[in-house]
């Protein structure tokens, strides 16, 4: 893993005439120099608008595109993402139009994919056009109380307005999902008709605690009870290799840049059958077959769900941050993350006064840790860091329901990614010891 | 210049005017939700002039540091002069630059003193 520092052209800067050490992952990751030069070559070389040109450049710019459904249909099927550059390759191109884009097989399907701005995005989109579709007044949805503002948010204001019912599931004291909590609240109500939860929407891994929560288990017994799963996958996708077919999940989200993809690029998975059932939920170009005054017809999925011009550029070098993550191999990646993560956990916890939330073991909770130095507010221990070049972030992480359920206001919090080093570690802790000294704890 | 050189520590170590005072003519609280930082100020103005400015409250090292410069500041101004106060002005108070991440606590106590003589 140290060798691919040199591909992250943002890793040699300084901050405060200090190198940067960056340990804001679970914010943004950083981009290789593979993806940045993917979206500038496409600028230089085959921007175009995609699906309506029949035009050269067209054509490149819609193959690239539709790659990337490739690629991504691939990577969540947990299958090598291949390595053959974007551009120059002679099968890149005219594939669109001879491969038939229904492809069945036992992986994911290219109409499976949906392009979205992000993983905030997808989530609604599953909100809008799935549940305000299907469910109905008196159905409820099961929250964790671990979840981001964006799998929360959307679920609550809908809510209100259609009349469903939102339950919880609890945290144990080490921040791990309560199990026996969920089974019961999803087993509750097929006895009872008037709170049937249709839809378990749980996170995979906290972005506070960094819990990995058992999908695999929480979706089997939601469909035990007829309930539908969506996972968001925000924080998972870059370094816990997903199956979504062996997972059975009906709804997985997750965007572009918390995997060295650019900004402005989110996914989000479905089951066909559930595509094929859903009405749109943007509204506009390409998501159409034929308009009239009398008349629309809705364009199959995925386009019927990718409306208007979409992220062209970025979602094809999104392609070219797969092809990365893949050669990394995301299974070493996680073990690189776990083994910083132990080693993080064992520095850190010599440190007196700072106390650590959540699992302190590396293996069902790992690459991101929160915490807070006794006497000193969150938001100072960063400043402070910032001074010596080290990027960790502080506040309440768009998850306010879960700092109440830890009691707290706001943590401090570091994020792992493959190109940290034991390094970052050893500076982070350096901080952390000069907080304390200017701070007198 | 360091947002954590010694001055501005002993603010927030030993805020001045700290504390409710036995009498005051105008007060407010004000809370920052994203952290959990709040403040209550108390000030005695007459005749259009501050002639105490007071504070309680709990938060990080930049809020209380920031309102304890200011209530310094503020006796012996106008109503107008605190009316007029904005941003650059707690960074002239600061004597150092104040990140825009950071911004939001250094107004704390100056939202909650405007917002009480407006009352």
């Given at each position: 893993m140290n060798s691919i520092r040199a591909e992250f052209p943002i890793l040699g800067r300084e901050v405060n005439g200090k190198p940067l050490i960056y340990l804001d992952n679970a914010a943004t990751t950083q981009k290789p120099k593979a993806v940045i030069e993917a979206e500038k070559k496409f600028y230089e070389e085959s921007n175009a608008n995609i699906h309506r040109g029949i035009h050269t450049l067209a054509e490149e710019a819609t193959a690239l595109y539709e790659k990337t459904r490739e690629l991504t249909a691939e990577f969540l099927s947990n299958r090598e993402v291949k390595h053959t550059p974007a551009f120059g390759h002679p099968s890149d191109r005219g594939e669109y139009s001879k491969k038939n884009p229904l492809s069945g097989g036992a992986g994911v399907g290219k109409e499976e994919i949906i392009f979205t701005k992000n993983c905030t995005e997808s989530i609604n989109l599953v909100a809008y056009s799935w549940a305000h579709a299907f469910l109905k007044e008196g159905d409820a949805i099961l929250l964790s109380i671990m979840e981001h503002h964006a799998n929360w948010v959307p679920w609550h204001e809908l809510a209100k307005q259609y009349g469903w019912r939102i339950e919880y599931v609890d945290i144990k004291d080490d921040g791990t999902l309560n199990l026996e909590d969920l089974k019961q609240k999803v087993g509750k109500s097929v006895k009872s008709l008037k709170s049937k939860i249709k839809l378990v929407a749980v996170t995979h891994q906290s972005n506070v605690l960094g819990t990995i929560n058992p999908i695999d288990e929480i979706i089997k017994i939601a469909h035990e009870h007829k309930a539908k799963v969506l996972v968001d996958a925000a924080q998972s996708v870059s370094h816990i290799p997903i199956d979504v077919k062996k997972l059975d999940v009906d709804f997985l989200a997750f965007s572009a840049h918390k995997m060295f993809g650019p900004t402005g690029v989110g996914v989000l998975y479905a089951k066909k059958e559930l595509l094929h059932q859903m009405p749109p939920f943007l509204m506009g170009g390409d998501m159409i077959k034929s308009v009239s005054k009398e008349e629309i017809s809705w364009n199959d999925s995925p386009w019927k769900?990718?409306?208007?011009?979409?992220n062209t550029a970025g979602v094809i070098a999104f392609g070219e941050a797969l092809r990365f993550i893949s050669s990394l191999t995301l299974s070493l990646i996680d073990e690189h993350v776990k083994k910083l993560t132990a080693y993080a956990l064992q520095e850190l916890g010599k440190i007196e006064k700072l106390i650590l939330y959540g699992l302190k073991d590396s293996r069902a909770s790992r690459g991101i840790m929160s915490f807070n130095l006794a006497g000193v507010h969150a938001h100072d221990v960063a400043s402070i860091l910032d001074e010596e070049g080290i990027a960790i972030r502080s506040g309440a992480h768009c998850a306010h329901p879960l700092m109440k359920r830890l009691g707290v206001d706001s943590t401090a919090r570091a994020s792992f990614s493959a190109y940290n080093d034991k390094n970052d570690v050893d500076r982070l802790v350096e901080g952390i010891k000069k907080v304390k000294k200017i701070f007198r704890v | 210049m360091s947002l954590y050189r010694d001055e501005i520590l002993d603010h927030y170590r030993n805020p001045s005017n700290f504390g409710k005072p036995e009498s005051f003519t105008h007060s407010a609280g004000d809370v920052n939700m994203a952290c959990g930082d709040g403040q209550e100020v108390f000030l005695t103005v007459r005749d259009s002039m501050i002639e105490e400015a007071h504070f309680i409250g709990h938060g990080c090292a930049i809020s209380i540091a920031a309102t304890s410069l200011l209530t310094e500041f503020l006796k012996g101004k106008s109503v107008d002069q605190l009316k007029a106060l904005g941003e650059s002005d707690m960074v002239t108070l600061f004597g150092s630059a104040v990140t825009s991440g950071r911004m939001n606590c250094a107004m704390l106590g100056l939202k909650a003193m405007q917002k009480a003589i407006e009352a």
């Open positions: 769900f990718e409306a208007g011009t979409p | -």
